[in-house]
């Protein structure tokens, strides 16, 4: 069985208030690996779960969920709940769901580049 090629994401204060994520897997090499995390830099996770576009989600994404009868609830960000040892979603802070919990979502932005409006 060959094994899942891991891709983490990298978030970068490059000002004050301003970030750039970057992507890279645990595989690569030393030298291409210079430059790509600076000073205080946070990494976030996968999920190992994909919104209804094929994206990956990870860690500090903002999510849209729609529920029955087109009734749509406000973003939640993806975030580890280590109480219950799960991916959780949160509004303004506080737990709401557990990702597990829907299956049709879809990122609209993260907590760095802030919430994508269409």
Same mark, same amino acid.
């Given at each position: 069985?060959?094994?899942?090629?891991?891709?983490?994401?990298?978030?970068?204060?490059?000002?004050?208030?301003?970030?750039?994520?970057?992507?890279?897997?645990?595989?690569?090499?030393?030298?291409?690996?210079?430059?790509?995390?600076?000073?205080?830099?946070?990494?976030?996770?996968?999920?190992?779960?994909?919104?209804? /576009?094929?994206?990956?989600?990870?860690? %500090?994404? #903002?999510?849209?969920?729609?529920? $029955? !009868? *087109?009734?749509?609830?406000?973003?939640?960000?993806?975030?580890? /709940?280590?109480?219950?040892?799960?991916? %959780?979603? #949160?509004?303004?802070?506080?737990? $709401? !769901? *557990?990702?597990?919990?829907?299956?049709?979502?879809?990122?609209?932005?993260?907590?760095?580049?802030?919430?994508?409006? #269409?």
């Amino acid at each position: 069985m060959k094994a899942k090629e891991l891709t983490l994401r990298v978030v970068n204060e490059i000002e004050e208030g301003k970030f750039e994520l970057k992507e890279f897997k645990l595989y690569m090499t030393y030298e291409s690996f210079i430059g790509c995390i600076l000073g205080e830099a946070e990494i976030l996770r996968p999920t190992g779960r994909k919104d209804r /576009n094929n994206r990956e989600i990870y860690e %500090s994404d #903002y999510l849209g969920v729609e529920l $029955e !009868y *087109d009734e749509f609830i406000n973003p939640m960000c993806v975030t580890w /709940n280590d109480k219950k040892c799960c991916w %959780s979603l #949160y509004i303004n802070g506080c737990h $709401e !769901y *557990d990702l597990d919990e829907f299956t049709d979502y879809e990122i609209i932005g993260n907590e760095y580049e802030g919430i994508k409006r #269409y």
